[in-house]
């Protein structure tokens, strides 16, 4: 039985998205991957919220998660 039928219309289930959609998939949908530099398993650049100057200010890891027991 689902429990998103005991949610208020509307509601977003973060934890579920977190779990199931890839931050750098995010990022490709906004086409915003070009505006990072990859260092690593990590992409570095300006704030995409704020549009900020720093061309640090933002970082993103993207080391795959380990798996959940």
């Not at 959609?21 to 995010?26: G, R, W, Y």
């Not at 991957?33 to 061309?55: A, E, N, W």
Request: charged share 20%; aromatic share 10%; hydrophobic share 35%.
């Amino acid at each position: 039985m689902s429990t998103l039928k005991s949610k208020p219309k509307g509601w977003i289930d973060f934890s579920a998205i977190k779990q199931n959609v890839l931050f750098l998939t995010i990022l490709e949908h906004y086409g915003l991957v070009d505006t990072f530099k990859r260092q690593g398993f990590k992409l570095v650049g300006p704030c995409p919220i704020h549009k900020g100057d720093s061309k640090s200010a933002f970082h993103i890891d993207l080391t795959p998660s380990s798996p959940r027991s």
